[in-house]
Nanobody, 124 residues
Framework: QLVESGGGLVQAGGSLRLSCAASGFRSAEVAITWFRQAPEKEREGVACISRSGGDIRYRESVKGRFTISIDSAKNTVYLQMNSLTPDDTAVYYC???????????????????RGQGTLVTVSS
C-alpha cells in the first residue's frame, strides 16, 4: 500500500514536500516512482529512487528543482519540490512493484501498487 501526502496550494516560486508512505511489501528492495497528471494531460513520470537510494532518476523538466529521497526507517519516500511553476500543477502519485528493486521506467501500467494521489496547485 502506498499513501501520498503533502500536496497543497503554493505560489509560483514556492516549495512543497510530498511524502509517500509504503507498507506491505515483502521485498525490502523496492523502487518508488513518482508520477503526476495535470488536467487534460497524460500521466508522466517525475522521479524515481531505489530503496537503497543508489539509483535516482528525474525527468528533465524537474532536474535541479526536485529532489527525491528515502527514509528507510520510516518506509517513506519524499519529493522535495522547489521553484515551483504553474506547469507543476497536477495530482502527484507514487507507485511501486515488487518486481523492481531499481528504477524501471515511467510506464504507469507496469506498477502493481499505486497511491491515491495528492493534489499540488501552483498559482501564478
Amino acid at each position: 500500500q502506498l499513501v501520498e501526502s503533502g500536496g497543497g496550494l503554493v505560489q509560483a516560486g514556492g516549495s512543497l514536500r510530498l511524502s509517500c508512505a509504503a507498507s506491505g511489501f515483502r521485498s525490502a528492495e523496492v523502487a518508488i516512482t513518482w508520477f503526476r497528471q495535470a488536467p487534460e494531460k497524460e500521466r508522466e513520470g517525475v522521479a524515481c529512487i531505489s530503496r537503497s537510494g543508489g539509483d535516482i532518476r528525474y525527468r528533465e523538466s524537474v532536474k535541479g528543482r526536485f529532489t527525491i529521497s528515502i527514509d528507510s526507517a520510516k518506509n517513506t519516500v519524499y519529493l522535495q519540490m522547489n521553484s515551483l511553476t504553474p506547469d507543476d500543477t497536477a495530482v502527484y502519485y507514487c507507485a511501486a512493484d515488487p518486481m523492481y528493486s531499481v528504477c524501471a521506467g515511467y510506464d504507469w501500467r507496469q506498477y502493481e501498487s499505486r497511491g491515491q494521489g495528492t493534489l499540488v496547485t501552483v498559482s501564478s
